[in-house]
């Protein structure tokens, strides 16, 4: 399903020609196959959105038929589309990528041919002829000898429906979707337009990270009749099941203020089409209120149809992709990068409307501002290198996302954890925003406000525990240097100590330095008494960390295997102990040392990847393979893992992500790795050099940031193994500061 340039230029069904849409030749975007992640978990979905944008269009076919058993609650769908499911109930607005827990994917609309039909289960259709590339979908429709196709703006989309002729509708259903809250309400504002608002939220289990998203659409068509739709509970005293055929579905045909419900939608159907003829339906959002979804769509779709959206979409996605331009390697190497950077464009997403406004955070009001206000902060995965990855190559967008950050702060007193459309939904565990904002920091963006930041991190890493909403147990942790089972449970199970331990390491890791650096001296020093904590959990018995009882204890008996199926397990989140064993990125040095010397370390680490204890898909271990870097002599061992797991898990097959891309942290270890650099650390902006993908990366800098223009990273053939940054022979390690001055990082390798 690789998209080459072009749209297939014919369709055919019947007797039915359908005309091909031109695709702009934008170079690079050949090598983008938004179908790799759209199985095996990846949840990514082959939808149409600009780079961060906040609207996205995505086929949705998590939600089947009788005949096609299957349901978004079956299976906790955490993504709108699966490349295995077959048969399509509309499309939605405003999805998430990549992520592990079912939210958004709402405003469902689908078009349909002959009498009108508001049952889900009835009206979905199997598809054919998918097609998808940066800012465009189209799929067939079979029952309905449909062909559709859709794009995107920033904040609003377009579809566009091809009829055969004769009756046709257009539907918009709130009823389905993947966020776990319900209630809807519609009011019709015009013949073609209507406008309203959806309930979102509790994602991953927070009842109260609860928010509404507003919408406007506009058909471009006066319909020949529309109305509303709600599903109707059993009447009183009618005992027989109810079911679509004997009135489930209410259709109001005559009514046209506003409706409100659960499970309710609008429908525009058009008489005596022509063969051929084509309906436009326009979507805008907003986070603030349905008069600025209005403004949003009236905005960005003022004067352009279809095709101009399109090409305005393609050359966006053009431009951010072309930052980063490589020569050699093969074609399916190619689509593997350039699909990955693509992933790590999706999020965080931009919030404030075209006026300004966004909602503040965990508020009821509405701020206003003058840059870019991001959204969609999925830090515990994404601190670890997707924000590396947009400081180095995209840091007008990082700036803003570090001002966002910090304005959350003074919002509501807290920076963000998991951020989600002004709610924060505490999900996973640590203080990621303190090494995001300090890594930015020392790479030199620095348009943000850090005193208030630095107010913020001490915030969190000082306040007890019962008013810390950051780190609850922080009480056990300074006191001990560690956090021992049962600080939040009495039952063992479940309890994620050691990983919340280990987090709270690396931003203290991170936050000592800049203490120290704003002469903050004496807290600085506790942090770096407090970041050596690791080694109380090191076990020499089992030889990994393990987990520690109220008394002191190891925890016993012990599996350090437990948790490699995600079962919950003690101490541990989402992974076994050998997931987080090496997770010491701040101290490696001390790490090799508790374990008994440079040969242990490396026979151990050796081992992980050997018996298949590493989890691809696990951030904690994800910078495993870059240890190697830390020892002289053993530098080879990262380069030979690291190709190997490209090659292993990062295909351009629909499973060719090993897991959820978390929000493109997944993509972004690919980006990194197939460029030849890696950010170990969260934090400390050093690098772990290996033999890149291809033979020469050509980085174009922004020159408001960097002194350099172009950053070019090459590969040569060479008997001896040697790297030079500039004219300076170095080791496999290099500081961020010394890798933009240098220019040039050429690798001499035999591989």
Same mark, same amino acid.
């Given at each position: 399903?690789?998209?080459?340039?072009?749209?297939?230029?014919?369709?055919?069904?019947?007797?039915?020609?359908?005309?091909?849409?031109? %695709?702009?030749?934008?170079?690079?975007?050949?090598?983008?196959?938004?179908?790799?992640?759209?199985?095996?978990?990846?949840?990514?979905?082959?939808?149409?959105?600009?780079?961060?944008?906040?609207?996205?269009?995505?086929?949705?076919?998590?939600?089947?038929?009788?005949?096609?058993?299957?349901?978004?609650?079956?299976?906790?769908?955490?993504?709108?589309?699966?490349?295995?499911?077959?048969?399509?109930?509309?499309?939605?607005?405003?999805?998430?990528?990549?992520?592990?827990?079912?939210?958004?994917?709402?405003?469902? +609309?689908?078009?349909?041919?002959?009498?009108?039909?508001?049952?889900?289960?009835?009206?979905?259709?199997?598809?054919?002829?998918?097609?998808?590339?940066?800012?465009?979908?189209?799929? /067939?429709?079979?029952?309905?000898?449909?062909?559709?196709?859709?794009?995107?703006?920033?904040?609003?989309?377009?579809?566009?429906?091809?009829?055969?002729?004769?009756?046709?509708?257009?539907?918009?259903?709130?009823?389905?979707?993947?966020?776990?809250?319900?209630?809807?309400?519609?009011?019709?504002?015009?013949?073609?337009?209507?406008?309203?608002?959806?309930?979102?939220? +509790?994602?991953? /289990?927070?009842?109260?990270?609860?928010?509404?998203?507003?919408?406007?659409?506009?058909?471009?068509?006066?319909?020949?009749?529309?109305?509303?739709?709600?599903?109707?509970?059993?009447?009183?005293?009618?005992?027989?099941?109810?079911?679509?055929?004997?009135?489930?579905?209410?259709?109001?045909?005559?009514?046209?203020?506003?409706?409100?419900?659960?499970?309710?939608?609008?429908?525009?159907?058009?008489?005596?089409?022509?063969?051929?003829?084509?309906? =436009?339906?326009?979507?805008?959002?907003?986070?603030?209120?349905?008069?600025?979804?209005?403004?949003?769509?009236?905005?960005?779709?003022?004067?352009?149809?279809?095709?101009?959206?399109?090409?305005?979409?393609?050359?966006?996605?053009?431009?951010?992709?072309?930052?980063?331009?490589?020569?050699?390697?093969?074609?399916?190497?190619?689509?593997?990068?350039?699909?990955?950077?693509?992933?790590?464009?999706?999020?965080?997403?931009?919030?404030?409307?075209?006026?300004?406004?966004?909602?503040?955070?965990?508020?009821?009001?509405?701020?206003?501002?003058?840059?870019?206000?991001?959204?969609?902060?999925?830090?515990?995965?994404?601190?670890?290198?997707?924000?590396?990855?947009?400081?180095?190559?995209?840091?007008?967008?990082?700036?803003?996302?570090?001002?966002?950050?910090?304005?959350? /702060?003074?919002?509501?007193?807290? %920076?963000?954890?998991? &951020?989600?459309?002004?709610?924060?939904?505490?999900?996973? =565990?640590?203080?990621?925003?303190?090494?995001?904002?300090?890594?930015?920091?020392?790479?030199?963006?620095?348009?943000?406000?850090?005193?208030?930041? /630095? &107010?913020?991190?001490?915030?969190?890493?000082?306040?007890?525990?019962?008013?810390?909403?950051?780190?609850?147990?922080?009480?056990?942790?300074?006191?001990?240097?560690?956090?021992?089972?049962?600080?939040?449970?009495?039952?063992?199970?479940?309890?994620?100590?050691?990983?919340?331990? %280990?987090?709270?390491?690396?931003?203290?890791?991170?936050?000592?330095?800049?203490?120290?650096?704003?002469?903050?001296?004496?807290?600085?020093?506790?942090?770096?008494?407090?970041?050596?904590?690791? *080694?109380?959990?090191?076990?020499?018995?089992?030889?990994?960390?393990?987990?520690?009882?109220?008394?002191?204890?190891? %925890?016993?008996?012990?599996?350090?295997?437990?948790?490699?199926?995600? =079962?919950?397990?003690?101490?541990?989140?989402?992974?076994?102990?050998?997931?987080?064993?090496?997770?010491?990125?701040?101290?490696?040095?001390?790490?090799? *040392?508790?374990?008994?010397?440079?040969?242990?370390?490396?026979?151990?680490?050796?081992?992980?990847?050997?018996?298949?204890?590493?989890?691809?898909?696990?951030?904690?271990?994800?910078?495993?393979?870059?240890?190697?870097?830390?020892?002289?002599? =053993?530098?080879?061992?990262?380069?030979?893992?690291?190709?190997?797991?490209?090659?292993?898990?990062?295909? +351009?097959?629909?499973?060719?992500?090993?897991?959820?891309?978390?929000?493109?942290?997944?993509?972004?270890?690919?980006?990194?790795?197939?460029?030849?650099?890696?950010?170990?650390?969260?934090?400390?902006?050093?690098?772990?050099?290996?033999?890149?993908?291809?033979?020469?990366? +050509?980085?174009?800098?922004?020159?408001?940031?960097?002194?350099?223009?172009?950053?070019?990273?090459? *590969?040569?053939?060479?008997?001896?193994?040697?790297?030079?940054?500039?004219?300076?022979?170095?080791?496999?390690?290099?500081?961020?500061?010394?890798?933009?001055?240098? *220019?040039?990082?050429?690798?001499?390798?035999?591989?």
């Amino acid at each position: 399903m690789l998209i080459r340039g072009i749209l297939a230029a014919i369709l055919l069904s019947g007797t039915m020609t359908v005309a091909a849409t031109t %695709l702009p030749d934008t170079t690079l975007l050949k090598y983008v196959n938004p179908f790799i992640g759209t199985t095996n978990f990846g949840t990514t979905n082959p939808g149409a959105l600009v780079p961060n944008g906040l609207m996205s269009v995505s086929p949705f076919n998590v939600t089947g038929s009788e005949i096609n058993n299957y349901d978004k609650d079956d299976r906790w769908w955490s993504t709108p589309y699966d490349a295995t499911n077959s048969f399509l109930t509309g499309f939605s607005h405003v999805n998430l990528s990549g992520v592990g827990c079912p939210e958004l994917g709402s405003v469902v +609309t689908i078009a349909t041919t002959g009498p009108l039909n508001v049952d889900y289960h009835q009206y979905g259709t199997t598809y054919r002829n998918e097609t998808a590339s940066p800012g465009f979908y189209s799929a /067939y429709l079979d029952k309905y000898d449909i062909l559709s196709e859709v794009t995107a703006t920033p904040r609003t989309s377009v579809e566009r429906y091809t009829f055969p002729g004769g009756q046709g509708n257009i539907l918009v259903n709130l009823g389905i979707g993947l966020t776990n809250e319900t209630g809807a309400r519609i009011r019709r504002i015009s013949d073609t337009e209507i406008v309203g608002s959806r309930l979102m939220g +509790t994602f991953c /289990y927070n009842p109260d990270a609860v928010f509404t998203m507003y919408f406007a659409v506009k058909v471009n068509k006066k319909p020949s009749s529309s109305g509303f739709w709600k599903k109707q509970p059993p009447m009183y005293g009618v005992e027989a099941e109810w079911t679509p055929d004997n009135g489930q579905y209410k259709i109001y045909n005559s009514y046209s203020r506003d409706i409100a419900g659960d499970d309710i939608g609008y429908w525009f159907s058009y008489d005596n089409l022509s063969k051929g003829e084509q309906i =436009e339906v326009s979507v805008g959002v907003s986070f603030v209120s349905e008069e600025n979804a209005v403004e949003n769509l009236r905005h960005e779709q003022s004067g352009v149809n279809f095709q101009t959206v399109l090409e305005n979409a393609r050359k966006e996605w053009a431009a951010q992709l072309g930052k980063i331009e490589v020569e050699g390697g093969s074609e399916e190497q190619k689509t593997v990068f350039y699909t990955a950077l693509y992933h790590t464009l999706i999020h965080p997403n931009i919030l404030q409307d075209v006026n300004g406004m966004y909602p503040l955070m965990e508020s009821g009001e509405n701020g206003t501002t003058s840059r870019d206000r991001y959204t969609v902060f999925s830090l515990w995965d994404t601190y670890r290198n997707l924000h590396q990855l947009l400081t180095l190559v995209y840091p007008e967008k990082q700036t803003d996302m570090l001002n966002s950050m910090v304005e959350m /702060y003074r919002e509501w007193g807290w %920076l963000p954890k998991w &951020e989600l459309f002004g709610r924060e939904t505490f999900t996973m =565990e640590g203080d990621p925003a303190i090494p995001v904002i300090i890594d930015s920091w020392r790479k030199g963006l620095r348009d943000f406000d850090m005193d208030l930041a /630095y &107010e913020a991190m001490k915030k969190s890493a000082t306040l007890p525990g019962t008013q810390n909403r950051m780190r609850p147990d922080i009480d056990t942790y300074i006191e001990r240097g560690y956090i021992p089972l049962g600080v939040h449970q009495s039952d063992n199970s479940g309890d994620n100590s050691v990983s919340h331990a %280990l987090e709270y390491y690396v931003a203290d890791n991170a936050l000592s330095w800049l203490a120290n650096q704003r002469g903050d001296k004496e807290f600085a020093k506790q942090l770096a008494e407090r970041v050596r904590g690791y *080694k109380n959990y090191y076990s020499k018995e089992s030889g990994t960390l393990r987990p520690i009882n109220q008394d002191g204890s190891f %925890l016993s008996p012990f599996n350090p295997r437990q948790g490699e199926n995600f =079962e919950p397990v003690p101490g541990f989140h989402e992974g076994s102990a050998w997931n987080y064993t090496f997770f010491v990125p701040h101290d490696v040095d001390g790490l090799i *040392k508790l374990m008994g010397g440079n040969k242990s370390f490396v026979d151990k680490l050796q081992n992980v990847f050997d018996a298949g204890l590493y989890d691809p898909a696990n951030e904690p271990d994800i910078a495993y393979p870059y240890l190697f870097t830390r020892i002289k002599g =053993e530098e080879g061992r990262t380069h030979k893992e690291v190709s190997r797991l490209l090659d292993k898990y990062f295909t +351009t097959n629909p499973d060719g992500i090993p897991g959820n891309d978390d929000a493109g942290t997944m993509s972004a270890w690919a980006v990194f790795s197939m460029i030849g650099l890696y950010p170990d650390c969260p934090g400390v902006p050093e690098y772990s050099i290996t033999v890149p993908t291809f033979d020469k990366v +050509t980085i174009h800098l922004n020159p408001d940031y960097y002194d350099s223009d172009t950053l070019i990273i090459e *590969k040569i053939p060479a008997e001896d193994t040697k790297i030079i940054s500039g004219e300076k022979s170095i080791g496999h390690r290099i500081d961020h500061s010394r890798l933009i001055d240098g *220019k040039t990082l050429r690798i001499y390798t035999a591989e």
